[in-house]
């Protein structure tokens, strides 16, 4: 199992939506998947990328996660690496995700998936889209607060 040096238990993350979005809160949820799709989530052959999850009849789907088909199983069993994936939440769950997705600008995005015990779980957040000019104003405080850590590091060898 492929996995982040952090946290053993994680099997891949969505570095990009934490630079996209504000994240508000996080659930997490269980994740519906086939036989090979849990072998090659295991293997750690996920991507997040561009994925985001709906609700849909009172029920969560994730979306565009690309789960590529397991490597050792080159028959018809093999999954679409692509298609929609049911996410399991307590009906309260969804209910108060689905109201919170109807306030204008907010959205389900999927920030990493891991292992707990058994079973995979996704980290799913309710977020709301930043600005190109939030987005700059994240790079400058960091690269000044880059430049402060710097300077202080320079100050004490003296």
């Known amino acids: 199992m492929a996995s982040n ?6 099997v891949a993350e969505n570095r990009k939506a934490r630079h996209d979005y504000d994240v508000e809160e996080t659930v997490e949820a269980g994740i519906v998947l086939t036989g ?5 989530v295991r293997a750690g052959r996920v ?3 561009g994925s985001f999850a709906r609700v849909i009849n009172d029920e969560v789907f994730l979306f565009e996660a690309h789960i590529s088909p397991y490597a050792q199983s080159g028959t018809y069993f093999n999954h679409d690496p692509t298609r929609r994936r049911k996410l399991l939440l307590h009906r309260r769950e969804i209910s108060r995700l689905d109201g919170l997705v109807r306030q204008k600008g907010l959205t389900l995005v999927p920030l990493r998936i891991y292992f ?3 079973r995979a779980k996704l980290e799913l957040a309710v977020a709301r889209g930043k600005k190109n000019y939030d987005r700059r104003e994240d790079i400058a405080k960091r690269e000044s607060q880059r430049d402060i850590e710097r300077a202080m590091k320079n100050r004490s060898r003296e």
Do not use: A, F, Q, T
């Not at 040096?5 to 994680?10: L, R, T, V």
């Open 5 to 10: 040096k952090e946290n053993p238990g994680i």
């Open 36 to 40: 090979s799709e849990i072998k090659s």
């Open 47 to 49: 991507n997040l990328r």
């Open 116 to 118: 707990k015990g058994r």
